[in-house]
């Protein structure tokens, strides 16, 4: 066993995963009680996650507090998705919002991308698309794989902005080869509708391989309602087994 730190040590954290979870659950829990922001992080989600504990979502929510309080732009988002689902916390999409805005403001990728789905939708706070196009532009612009798809919408469509097709597909094959489900999926259109088959079906293949089921339905609507039949006949990979 490690020893008393007085910091949060990634390395040796994974040299106790690797004995135990219970065995980081305790590292961490150890360090949370320190006073670490990361550490109370990290003891947060597995309290979420009954990671090496039994699960407590409440626990969570005093732990992602605590480390919000030190200004950790993690814990600030994860506030917000547990006011968003009701992890330990009563559903509060008020206090989901300000949580995600405090998360993007400090720079987190996830911040500003889920603080872009609520103004987008208008959920919790007033509806912004502007607003909501800036902030999944941020998030892009860090590599944030899943914004770089949302975006693109944007530019595909012409919302809050010029109409730029290139951009946007350019954006949706960055999303696909970062692996979000959703870009791959629509770059697997652009594909078809360029006359790249083969490319599509694996590109499509691999997104709905990780996608909800919810997803892969509408999705199978989107393709059948496309005028191009090659993209219409993607529309049997929705109908699995996928491999």
């Known amino acids: 066993m490690v020893g008393h730190v007085t910091a949060f040590d990634v390395e040796a954290f994974g040299t106790e995963l690797t004995t135990s979870s219970a065995a980081a659950h305790a590292y961490a829990l150890r360090l949370a009680k320190d006073g670490d922001a990361t550490a109370q992080t990290i003891v947060g989600q597995m309290f979420l996650d009954g990671q090496g504990c039994d699960a407590q979502p409440s626990e969570a929510v005093y732990w992602f507090m605590q480390a919000a309080h030190l200004a950790s732009p ?5 506030l917000g998705r547990c006011h968003e689902n009701g992890w330990g916390a009563v559903v509060n999409h008020e206090l989901a919002a300000v949580w995600f805005r405090r998360a993007a403001e400090h ?7 889920n603080y872009a789905h609520v103004l987008e939708q208008g959920r919790g706070v007033r509806e ?7 902030w999944f ?13 949302f975006l693109a919408r944007y530019y595909e469509h012409g919302w809050e902005t010029a109409q730029d097709v290139l951009r946007a597909y350019a954006l ?15 770059w ?3 594909l078809a509708g360029q006359g790249r088959h083969d490319e599509a079906r694996a590109f499509l293949a691999r997104g709905l391989s990780k996608a909800p089921e919810s997803f ?7 393709l059948l309602a496309d005028p191009v039949s090659e993209v219409r006949a993607l529309s049997s990979l929705c109908d699995g087994p996928l491999g």
């Open 172 to 186: 949706y094959e960055a999303s696909a080869n970062a692996g979000d489900y959703r870009g791959e999926c629509a």
């Open 216 to 222: 892969i339905s509408a999705m199978k609507d989107v």
């Open 128 to 134: 912004n698309r502007a607003a909501a196009f800036e």
């Open 137 to 149: 532009g941020r998030a892009a612009a860090l590599g944030h794989a899943r914004a770089m798809c």
């Open 107 to 113: 720079g987190l990728d996830w911040g500003m991308y």
């Open 74 to 78: 993690m814990a600030m988002n994860m």
């Open 188 to 190: 697997a259109s652009v």
